[in-house]
């Protein structure tokens, strides 16, 4: 199996070919539903193409919707079964309860989770570092994460429980 990267000079789509065929393989994420915080630049905007090439469908959030709605569109041209954004703030727990349920009228079933707003504030030493920076930091990046888990959880099916935390980091999650 090999994989190739189709591009129209917009967008990029990755097929993975099976050896000696030519033959497109189905992707396994495609038409699963995949959740990714933080979707409007960077790492998850990324992410969201990436799994656009898959055909995946996609759930967008993030606190600049303009951005978010051109990160869809985006994926929608690059393949996406289907791609939707809505307005999410990650360190407010009302603003996570009004996602989920915004989603829950998209799908009944989330298949991936991937907790990646968040970002680094300040690049000052400890004994210079601010409370302001800190708060949102911790509100961001770990509550956060707590956050979000909590309300998707009971769309993902138990068996398909796998958590993605920022930047590439993974893990099995069984019993969550
Ligand atoms: N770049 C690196 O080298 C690096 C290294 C280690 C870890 N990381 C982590 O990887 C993640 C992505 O980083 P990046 O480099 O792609 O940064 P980025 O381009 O600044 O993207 C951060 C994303 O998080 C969203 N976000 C920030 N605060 C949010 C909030 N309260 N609620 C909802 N969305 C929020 C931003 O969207 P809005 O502003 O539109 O809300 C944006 O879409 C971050 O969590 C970062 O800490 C990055």
Known sequence: MSETEHSDGNSSTRKQVVAGTGKAMKSRLKDKWILITGASSGFGAAAARLFAGHEAKLLLGARRIDRLKKVAAEARKAGAREAHCHKLD???????????????????????????????????????????????????????????????????????????????????????
């Open 90 to 176: 990650v360190s407010q727990t009302s603003s996570v309860k009004a996602f989920v349920e915004w989603a829950r009228t998209k799908t009944s079933q989330v298949d991936v989770l991937i907790n990646n707003a968040g970002g680094a504030l300040g690049a000052d030493t400890v004994a210079e570092g601010k409370d302001e920076d800190w708060e949102t930091m911790l509100q961001t990046n770990v509550l956060g994460v707590l956050r979000m888990t909590r309300a998707v959880l009971p769309l993902i099916p138990p068996r398909r429980r796998q958590l993605h935390y920022q930047y590439g980091l993974f893990r099995r999650a069984h019993g969550l």
